[in-house]
């Protein structure tokens, strides 16, 4: 599936099914598949030109492509990240990464999600309202994190070139 070819949300996953793997790009260009080996001190956010023409992407990119093809067929949707907290002192390069972006869309009166970057739970679901979706999501990620809190926030952009860290401080 071709971008110029995407009319609905089915067809925004069937072209991230086809075209864009969970990966990274670093500081230097370097393409990183399959593993988050140096992420913490490597990662940057990429561009949506960049996640297209490397058919990669973290969550935070798979989320921001989604959003604007979203966009580009006018349904109304918002950016979250969930996280277990890390404040602005926290500088161990060697920690897990405890984050997962997510996108809402909102057709029909029900609130549906778009998951491609966690590969155990690709597809859309169906909520009745958002705070349920953000609700339902996070639980989930509590669960995987062996039951830490997660704050869940809302974003508005991806500005390029930010580090992990300096994507956390956004979001926080």
Request: aromatic share 14%; net charge negative.
């Amino acid at each position: 599936m071709k971008l110029d070819e995407i009319k609905t949300p089915e067809d925004i996953l069937s072209f991230m099914k086809a075209n864009i793997k969970y990966g990274w790009l670093d500081i230097n260009n370097e393409e990183h598949i399959g593993n988050m080996k140096g992420f913490r001190s490597l990662y940057r956010t990429s561009t949506i030109e960049e996640t297209l023409t490397h058919g990669i992407g973290t969550c935070i990119e798979q989320v921001n492509l989604m959003h604007t093809l979203l966009d580009n067929l006018k349904i109304p949707n918002k950016m979250f990240c969930t996280r277990i907290y890390e404040g602005e002192d926290f500088n161990d390069l060697d920690a897990d990464e405890h984050m997962h972006c997510f996108v809402l869309y909102y057709l029909n009166g029900k609130v549906y999600q778009i998951e491609h970057p966690n590969w155990e739970r690709i597809g859309i679901y169906e909520y009745n309202k958002e705070e349920e979706a953000i609700d339902k999501i996070n639980q989930y990620y509590i669960e995987m994190s062996g039951g830490y809190a997660r704050p869940v926030t809302e974003f508005f952009e991806v500005i390029p070139n930010l580090s992990f860290k300096q994507f956390n401080n956004y979001i926080n």
